[in-house]
């Protein structure tokens, strides 16, 4: 991953450029919230928005979209198909959905949320059936091991073109990194400020002081030295802004390493081996 600016994109297996930082949305609330912060993230300069059916949301990132001076094809829009709507059909109609309530013509990226036991293969079927039809430019998957993409490439005619899991120095999971690489799939962070939990971490913050940065902004300019596309969440101007001001340093081979060393193996999120919803 060549690190330019805030726009800077990563070239996906189809050919399809994602830019590396975004802004997530998980926990924002539907209206007004949503609609200044990603009015704060497009004024910063992002150009990319996380969303998922789950977050309720799909409708304000769509306004948001449309009432801003940008044209479609300038900003990178995610969203997943939760759990209850996976199985061949019911992810057809729950597309459908997503993309009445964000306003879309297309999507850039569409992911199967979970990798929901005896489910995600139909699910994945019907994410080739749209991107087949044109209606999604990139699929993937969210939360999957190593295993589970093992299993679904086996009878799948298109390759994910992105995973998207936990990914924070508490989590780092290097072989499923190196798994993704190998295999063309670009790795994507969730939660790289361990939904706030990471600012606990003493050790990042002396790291963080060599480079006169702060914790959030070493985090992401590790992801992204790590070639991992990353979505920090923030409703607040001031760090939203902050947190995409990553691009005038850089960590030393040394740092990285005491960033990967923090590794506990430690899931703020569900397993992927092991959830019920
Ligand atoms: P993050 O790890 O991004 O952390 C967000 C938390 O950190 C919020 O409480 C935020 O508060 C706070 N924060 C943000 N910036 C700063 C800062 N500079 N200093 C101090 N605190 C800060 O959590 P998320 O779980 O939201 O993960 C990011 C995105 O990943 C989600 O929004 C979603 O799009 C995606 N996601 C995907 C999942 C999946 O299963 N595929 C699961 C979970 C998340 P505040 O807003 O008040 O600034």
Same mark, same amino acid.
């Given at each position: 991953? #060549? ?20 802004? %997530?949305? $998980?926990?924002?609330?539907? %209206?007004? =919230? ?10 910063? %300069? ?29 900003? $990178?829009?995610?969203?997943? +198909? ?6 061949? =059909?019911? #992810? ?18 569409? *992911?199967? &949320?979970?990798?929901?036991? @005896? ?10 059936? /749209? ?12 939360? $999957? ?30 072989? *499923? ?18 939904? @706030?939990? /990471?600012?606990? +971490? ?16 070493? /985090? ?10 990353? /979505? ?16 005038? $340093? ?14 506990? &193996?430690?899931?703020? @999120? ?8």
């Amino acid at each position: 991953m #060549t690190l330019s600016d805030i726009k800077g994109t990563v070239t996906l297996n189809n050919g399809l450029e994602m830019p590396y930082l975004g802004l %997530g949305v $998980f926990k924002v609330q539907d %209206g007004s =919230e949503v609609i200044n912060a990603i009015h704060y993230a497009l004024d910063a %300069g992002y150009r990319h928005i996380d969303t998922a059916a789950l977050y309720g949301n799909e409708e304000g990132v769509g306004r948001a979209i449309k009432e801003y001076d940008i044209s479609r094809d300038q900003v $990178f829009v995610t969203s997943k +198909v939760w759990n209850s709507e996976q199985g061949y =059909e019911s #992810t057809l109609k729950a597309f459908d959905k997503s993309m009445e309530r964000l306003g879309f013509e297309y999507l850039d990226l569409y *992911l199967v &949320h979970w990798p929901v036991a @005896g489910k995600y293969k139909d699910t994945w079927r019907a994410l080739e059936k /749209i991107y087949q039809e044109g209606r999604v430019k990139a699929i993937g998957t969210s939360n $999957f091991l190593q295993h589970h993409i093992v299993d679904l490439v086996q009878l799948a005619n298109i390759k994910p073109m992105v995973n998207q899991v936990e990914f924070h120095p508490r989590l780092v999971q290097q072989d *499923l990194i190196d798994f993704c690489k190998k295999n063309a799939i670009q790795f994507e962070a969730w939660s790289p400020f361990r939904m @706030g939990e /990471i600012f606990k +971490v003493k050790e990042l913050e002396a790291i963080a002081q060599r480079y006169n940065k702060t914790v959030a902004q070493l /985090i992401i300019r590790w992801d992204l030295q790590k070639g991992v596309v990353t /979505i920090p969440k923030s409703v607040r101007k001031e760090r939203i802004i902050s947190n995409a001001d990553v691009f005038d $340093f850089e960590i030393s081979q040394e740092d990285m390493a005491l960033i990967d060393a923090l590794d506990r &193996h430690d899931r703020i @999120g569900s397993d992927p081996d092991n959830f019920n919803f």
